[in-house]
T-cell receptor, first 114, second 112 residues
Framework: QKEVEQDPGPLSVPEGAIVSLNCTYS??????FMWYRQYSRKGPELLMY????GNKEDGRFTAQVDKSSKYISLFIRDSQPSDSATYLC??????????????FGQGTILTVHP | DSGVTQTPKHLITATGQRVTLRCSPR?????VYWYQQSLDQGLQFLIQ???????AKGNILERFSAQQFPDLHSELNLSSLELGDSALYFC???????????FGNGTRLTVT
């Protein structure tokens, strides 16, 4: 079993829809939870991150972490065609050499059609 | 643009061969990380260097090795290549805090 599980989709939604992307994780030592966006033929870019449980909002994007259920979510409001990409959830431990040793989900391919 | 530069963008080679992938981190970043992305395994951490020293190891095969030079650029050496080594190899860098990671655009390796 992978430490971070993510439904690869693909997910196809109309422009303006609310998108919900989800991951589960199994390692209780994970403290930081991130969402990366990866466009075709590009490297992953950090969208948002949260530390421990809670919500974080940035414009049209909201990240949620529920440590009790080990569930990670990303919501995209008013989705745009430019949001079409692969979304990767990732987690790592806290401190020392754990920071950069990210464990990624498989990634969900999202297409927003006009 | 993340500021992380990887060369070459594409590499096609035969089984049994050896290749070197190169990474220049963002200006000022001391940490370099190597990740492998394949269809079946997803994005996996291979190894981290900090200011020239190895800091952490992940699922890196013994046929693979890396180093970070005094000018902070890094190289990933892959030897005795197998078909299964075909993948995207990403380099990322960070400052001394270790977060966040900034990824380059990868090197696509095809082993035939």
């Amino acid at each position: 079993q992978k430490e971070v599980e993510q439904d690869p989709g693909p997910l196809s939604v109309p422009e303006g829809a609310i998108v919900s992307l989800n991951c589960t994780y199994s390692n209780s030592a994970f403290q930081y939870f991130m969402w990366y966006r990866q466009y075709s033929r590009k490297g992953p870019e950090l969208l948002m991150y949260t530390y421990s449980s809670g919500n974080k909002e940035d414009g049209r994007f909201t990240a949620q972490v529920d440590k009790s259920s080990k569930y990670i979510s990303l919501f995209i409001r008013d989705s745009q065609p430019s949001d079409s990409a692969t979304y990767l959830c990732a987690s790592n431990g806290a401190g020392g050499t754990s920071y950069g040793k990210l464990t990624f989900g498989q990634g969900t391919i999202l297409t927003v059609h006009p | 643009d993340s500021g992380v530069t990887q060369t070459p963008k594409h590499l096609i080679t035969a089984t049994g061969q050896r290749v070197t992938l190169r990474c220049s981190p963002r200006s000022g970043d001391l940490s370099v990380y190597w990740y492998q992305q394949s269809l079946d395994q997803g994005l996996q951490f291979l190894i981290q260097y900090y200011n020239g020293e190895e800091r952490a190891k992940g699922n890196i095969l013994e046929r693979f090795s890396a180093q970070q030079f005094p000018d902070l650029h890094s190289e990933l050496n892959l030897s005795s290549l197998e078909l299964g080594d075909s993948a995207l190899y990403f380099c990322a860098s960070s400052d001394s805090s270790g977060f966040p990671l900034h990824f380059g655009n990868g090197t696509r390796l095809t082993v035939t």
